[in-house]
């Protein structure tokens, strides 16, 4: 047994730990998951009502989405990394299909969590995943800042067993925004769906006086698959 397999199976057996993509021992991602997670291609989101251009960094499906959870749910904060470079990625998509040269500089505004979520999971990932993004992207000389300027001011529901009309009810006038001055914006969500959550967003940084490029999820959903 070689040390790699000897230190997978002490994980396994001290830590439970395995990867999230396809559970096998050890800690962290596999390197046959990160592989896949890396070897997704940025697209397009299908059209979605009320909504500028929407890209997400890959399918909501596979390990992608198995990584997803384990960030989001197990807190599994040592994926945060690696889901902020796939959307690194979505985000460079959106910025070279818009037709500005040069790009103006960004503002990056996460949609929002609530307290509690993010108290219990240890920190607010979506917050974090933007910043990590932002991170990458300047050292890459893409001229973005993370800015957290959305701000639950009316507390929704549960949206897991909404239909999509639910959803978009359950969500108006829940965010307000701070000043969002002349930057563009570009607002960013781990996943999408319905595209309600993320319209309330948009409409929350236009009342503030924001103008508002398009959106970027780490994932898209069925709903909110490929063009």
Known sequence: MSWQQTGQAAAELVLGATCPGCRCSGLGLCGRCLAAIRATRPFRAAELTGLPPVYAAGPYAGVL?????????????????????????????????????????????????????????????????????????????????????????????????????QRWRNLEGAFRARSVGSMPVVLVDDIVTTGATLAEAVRACQVAGGVVLGCVTVAATAKGGPC
């Open 65 to 165: 989405r198995d990584v997803l959870i384990a960030a989001k749910e197990r807190s599994a904060l040592g994926l945060l990394p690696i889901l902020a470079e796939r959307l690194a990625a979505a985000l460079a998509a959106l910025l070279l299909a818009i037709p500005s040269s040069p790009l103006p500089p960004v503002q990056l505004v996460n949609v929002p969590t609530l307290r509690a979520r993010a108290a219990e999971r240890g920190v607010d990932h979506t917050r974090e995943l933007t910043r990590l993004a932002a991170v990458r992207l300047r050292r890459l000389g893409v001229a973005v800042t993370a800015r957290p300027l959305l701000m639950i001011q009316r507390r929704p529901q549960d949206q897991s067993e909404l239909t999509r009309d």
